[in-house]
């Protein structure tokens, strides 16, 4: 639970979770000992009312839903982080419910083919035999494992094998290798019948190790949105003005095309901005990463304030705010007509709204809503820098 800080009455400076961040905080220093009743109220001027808000709720409110979403965060990361990835996953389902076209299952199902394993020639090829009953196989697991290779003696299934290769790694003896290694164990099968190759298992051990490798790396970096492998490098990016038209008040002589760039609450967000004409002719574009913030809608509500602060600052008139978040909007639309939130809309983004809507009312800035592909500019300039950490940058047209 958290608090936005109203009059500041309500609210212990030492006690209370108040400072705006996705953690539980309070501020501490010698000051706690001489001043233990220390209110907010103490440290700023009375504006309104102190709020207590569910933070992890669209509304401010607590629901089973958002508890049980928060538990089950609290559970995903309590477990071992590294995760297989999805076909391997597929696989080992596969494997325990016996689901692999191994050669007992081809002759069960009317394939008359060779029923013994290609690999040691010794048993019927069932889904276990493959995995660990197989010699080969077996010299693979010991060679890869090495101390911490388990007793296949007293595996009577592959379920139970699977169950043991995850507690072992839920206890640290072992990581997420074994599962690559029993789908390259099957590869290798399959090679031997349809390619008439048998791989050493030397290279069977070194092409599970790359798995488990290139998939890591694919989760700490993602090539696809990385700015340095996409075309656009210079964000010049035209937005259809035409469609806007019909939608803007009759004076409005330039549009401010707003966006934020949100991950999680452990990254830095990005926000940009872009400011053209009405016609279309660029007059400037700003963007930046911001400090860690708890939500996409504090980023956005982030990103809103400092462009509405900006137009202000450099005597931009009779421009209009454009942006895609429809929560931040419905929030700005609630200040703007009633000057308060709604008891049952609050969130953390309040405070900033309420700043938005004070500097708009003063120099009368209207704000849209539009789908996303109308704000790809400033989602351009957003993207690039939360993935570049990029401090302000401000282009003039």
Same mark, same amino acid.
């Given at each position: 639970?958290?608090?936005?800080?109203?009059?500041?009455?309500?609210?212990?400076?030492?006690?209370?979770?108040?400072?705006?961040?996705?953690?539980?905080?309070?501020?501490?220093?010698?000051?706690?000992?001489?001043?233990?009743?220390?209110?907010?109220?103490?440290?700023?001027?009375?504006?309104?009312?102190?709020?207590?808000?569910?933070?992890?709720?669209?509304?401010?409110?607590?629901?089973?839903?958002?508890?049980?979403?928060?538990?089950?965060?609290?559970?995903?990361?309590?477990?071992?982080?590294?995760?297989?990835?999805?076909?391997?996953?597929?696989?080992?389902?596969?494997?325990?419910?016996?689901?692999?076209?191994?050669?007992?299952?081809?002759?069960?199902?009317?394939?008359?083919?060779?029923?013994?394993?290609?690999?040691?020639?010794?048993?019927?090829?069932?889904?276990?035999?493959?995995?660990?009953?197989?010699?080969?196989?077996?010299?693979?697991?010991?060679?890869?494992?090495?101390?911490?290779?388990?007793?296949?003696?007293?595996?009577?299934?592959?379920?139970?094998?699977?169950?043991?290769?995850?507690?072992?790694?839920?206890?640290?003896?072992?990581?997420?290798?074994?599962?690559?290694?029993?789908?390259?164990?099957?590869?290798?099968?399959?090679?031997?019948?349809?390619?008439?190759?048998? *791989?050493?298992? /030397?290279?069977?051990?070194?092409?599970?190790?790359?798995? +488990?490798? #290139?998939?890591? !790396? @694919?989760?700490?970096?993602?090539?696809?949105?990385?700015?340095?492998?996409?075309?656009?490098?210079?964000?010049?990016?035209?937005?259809?003005?035409?469609?806007?038209?019909?939608?803007?008040?009759?004076?409005?002589?330039?549009?401010?095309?707003?966006?934020?760039?949100?991950?999680?609450?452990?990254?830095?967000?990005?926000?940009?901005?872009?400011?053209?004409?009405?016609?279309?002719?660029?007059?400037?574009?700003?963007?930046?990463?911001?400090?860690?913030?708890?939500?996409?809608?504090?980023?956005?509500?982030?990103?809103?304030?400092?462009?509405?602060?900006?137009?202000?600052?450099?005597?931009? *008139?009779?421009? /209009?705010?454009?942006?895609?978040?429809?929560?931040?909007? +419905?929030? #700005?639309?609630? !200040? @703007?007509?009633?000057?308060?939130?709604?008891?049952?809309?609050?969130?953390?983004?309040?405070?900033?709204?309420?700043?938005?809507?004070?500097?708009?009312?003063?120099?009368?800035?209207?704000?849209?809503?539009?789908?996303?592909?109308?704000?790809?500019?400033?989602?351009?300039?957003?993207?690039?820098?939360?993935?570049?950490?990029?401090?302000?940058?401000?282009?003039?047209?």
């Amino acid at each position: 639970m958290k608090w936005i800080i109203g009059d500041g009455q309500r609210t212990r400076v030492w006690f209370d979770n108040w400072l705006p961040g996705p953690h539980n905080v309070a501020p501490d220093g010698p000051a706690s000992s001489a001043l233990p009743n220390l209110l907010v109220k103490d440290l700023l001027a009375p504006w309104a009312h102190d709020t207590a808000y569910w933070m992890y709720s669209k509304i401010g409110a607590y629901t089973i839903k958002t508890g049980y979403h928060i538990q089950k965060a609290i559970d995903k990361e309590n477990a071992h982080n590294s995760v297989p990835s999805d076909p391997i996953k597929l696989f080992w389902w596969k494997c325990i419910h016996n689901g692999l076209p191994v050669a007992e299952s081809l002759n069960i199902r009317g394939c008359r083919v060779y029923r013994y394993c290609q690999l040691c020639g010794e048993e019927v090829e069932m889904v276990k035999h493959m995995l660990f009953g197989c010699r080969v196989d077996r010299e693979a697991w010991n060679l890869s494992l090495l101390n911490t290779c388990p007793q296949f003696d007293h595996l009577n299934t592959t379920l139970s094998l699977l169950q043991e290769l995850i507690e072992r790694m839920q206890q640290g003896l072992t990581d997420t290798l074994p599962f690559y290694l029993g789908w390259r164990l099957w590869k290798m099968c399959n090679k031997v019948v349809y390619e008439n190759k048998r *791989d050493h298992i /030397i290279q069977v051990i070194h092409a599970a190790m790359m798995d +488990k490798q #290139l998939w890591e !790396e @694919a989760q700490n970096h993602n090539s696809v949105n990385n700015p340095q492998h996409s075309a656009v490098t210079q964000v010049q990016v035209a937005f259809p003005l035409s469609s806007l038209l019909h939608s803007l008040p009759q004076h409005i002589d330039h549009l401010c095309l707003v966006d934020a760039s949100w991950k999680s609450p452990e990254d830095q967000a990005g926000i940009g901005w872009s400011l053209t004409s009405i016609e279309g002719t660029p007059r400037l574009q700003e963007s930046s990463a911001i400090e860690l913030t708890s939500s996409s809608l504090v980023a956005e509500a982030m990103a809103m304030l400092l462009a509405v602060q900006q137009a202000q600052t450099l005597r931009y *008139d009779n421009v /209009i705010f454009i942006g895609d978040c429809g929560e931040l909007f +419905k929030c #700005l639309r609630m !200040e @703007a007509i009633d000057g308060r939130m709604h008891a049952t809309y609050i969130n953390e983004a309040t405070s900033i709204v309420k700043d938005i809507v004070n500097i708009a009312k003063q120099n009368s800035f209207p704000f849209l809503y539009v789908p996303r592909y109308l704000v790809v500019t400033a989602d351009h300039l957003a993207k690039k820098a939360r993935w570049n950490k990029q401090q302000y940058v401000i282009t003039w047209h």
